[in-house]
């Protein structure tokens, strides 16, 4: 595969989309919230336990939450999530906490160079364990395991008779996939 340019050129030229593509996440996520009521954000369907929309969310929540705290000390520890019960099962916090993630998002300077960050490895042991990564690679990441969650705050949200729309949860190259099959077919 030939890579068309150097790669501090193609950070640089894919971070703002890639701000653009979370923040269009979590403005999903603060939608879906303020219609949902208490109990289908904050119970799981019946036979369906432990899987909580309101617990999705906190998950994915806490993630971008890492993401911006470790920026300031070029260190990110996904693992070290404070686990925000009041999130998980408030509509209300949650959604002061996607509106306050969107903000930062869309404001910090820090988001917006790609400086190489240290990121410690899933489940590491207390020594350590970082590896090196950027904030364009971290934007990215943090996209990808929102969508994935989106699918099961979808399955669970169904289960308890919730209408959602059918694309909410579906990676952007599926969806593109879709709409391109629908046009040959």
Same mark, same amino acid.
């Given at each position: 595969?030939?890579?068309?340019?150097?790669?501090?050129?193609?950070?640089?030229?894919?971070?703002? &989309?890639?701000?653009? #593509?979370?923040? =269009?996440?979590?403005?999903?996520?603060?939608?879906l919230v303020?219609?949902?009521?208490?109990?289908?954000?904050?119970?799981s369907?019946?036979?369906f336990?432990?899987?909580?929309?309101?617990a999705?969310?906190?998950?994915?929540?806490?993630?971008?939450?890492?993401?911006?705290?470790?920026?300031?000390?070029?260190?990110?520890?996904?693992?070290?999530?404070?686990?925000?019960?009041?999130?998980? /099962?408030?509509?209300?916090?949650?959604?002061?906490?996607?509106?306050?993630?969107i903000?930062?998002?869309?404001?910090?300077?820090?988001?917006?160079?790609?400086?190489?960050?240290w990121? =410690?490895m899933?489940? *590491?042991? *207390?020594?350590?364990?970082?590896?090196t /990564? /950027?904030?364009?690679?971290?934007?990215?990441?943090?996209?990808?395991?929102?969508?994935?969650?989106?699918?099961?705050?979808?399955?669970?949200? =169904?289960?308890?008779?919730? *209408?959602?729309?059918?694309?909410f949860?579906?990676?952007?190259?599926?969806?593109?996939?879709l &709409?391109d099959?629908? #046009?040959?077919?």
């Amino acid at each position: 595969m030939a890579i068309s340019q150097q790669p501090t050129q193609a950070a640089a030229t894919c971070q703002p &989309a890639l701000i653009e #593509r979370n923040v =269009r996440w979590l403005e999903q996520a603060l939608a879906l919230v303020e219609r949902l009521d208490d109990r289908a954000y904050a119970t799981s369907p019946q036979d369906f336990a432990p899987h909580k929309a309101g617990a999705h969310l906190r998950h994915i929540l806490e993630f971008y939450q890492c993401f911006l705290d470790g920026l300031e000390s070029f260190h990110i520890d996904y693992d070290a999530r404070p686990r925000n019960r009041a999130v998980e /099962s408030s509509r209300v916090a949650a959604l002061a906490t996607i509106r306050s993630i969107i903000h930062y998002l869309k404001t910090s300077a820090a988001v917006r160079t790609d400086t190489t960050i240290w990121v =410690r490895m899933e489940d *590491a042991d *207390a020594a350590g364990g970082y590896m090196t /990564s /950027s904030v364009s690679r971290e934007l990215q990441m943090l996209s990808s395991h929102t969508i994935h969650h989106f699918a099961l705050i979808a399955v669970t949200l =169904r289960l308890h008779g919730v *209408a959602v729309d059918a694309d909410f949860g579906m990676a952007p190259s599926t969806l593109r996939y879709l &709409a391109d099959k629908g #046009r040959a077919a």
